[in-house]
């Protein structure tokens, strides 16, 4: 399984990869946020959840996390969704994370994660690349994506 680098633009990070499932079965988990813990690759999201079962436009969910030692909450908010092709959050900071899904064959789905932090302040998105933010969330995002794939070519 190949993970490849998407340009999106400037201050988005965004890989893409061919994940052998159905689209509807990539968006129900990506659509329950209670399930985010079964997707996440960077290993910062933890179980504690709290929020619909299926997100929509406009909900609210809120995820517990940990970075760098650090456990904290995080509420996002859905600013996009597009039923079985889009999903877009965002967080608190102003970044936002984005799952675009497009069917390829019946059981095959090309599966786009994006990091955008384009719609923070200059300042803010100066502070996470000063901080390695992109990079990271880059080789989580990879990560995500091969175990995403994984996980279904088991099935």
Do not use: C
């Amino acid at each position: 399984m190949t993970v490849e680098q998407v340009e999106q633009g400037p201050r988005q990070v965004a890989r893409t990869a061919e994940v052998p499932a159905s689209a509807d079965d990539v968006f129900a988990l990506v659509a329950d946020p209670h399930r985010h813990g079964e997707l996440d690759g960077s290993g910062t999201v933890r179980g504690t959840v709290s929020g619909p079962r299926r997100l929509s436009q406009g909900s609210q969910f809120s995820v517990a996390m940990k970075q760098l030692g650090l456990r904290y909450r995080i509420t996002s908010t859905v600013t996009r969704f597009e039923d079985g092709r889009l999903v877009e959050w965002r967080s608190p900071a102003g970044h936002r994370w984005r799952w675009e899904l497009t069917p390829l064959t019946p059981t095959s789905t090309r599966v786009t994660e994006t990091f955008d932090y384009s719609t923070v302040p200059a300042v803010q998105g100066k502070v996470f690349e000063v901080l390695g933010v992109p990079r990271k969330n880059a080789a989580g995002i990879e990560a995500t994506l091969r175990q995403l794939a994984s996980r279904y070519a088991r099935a």
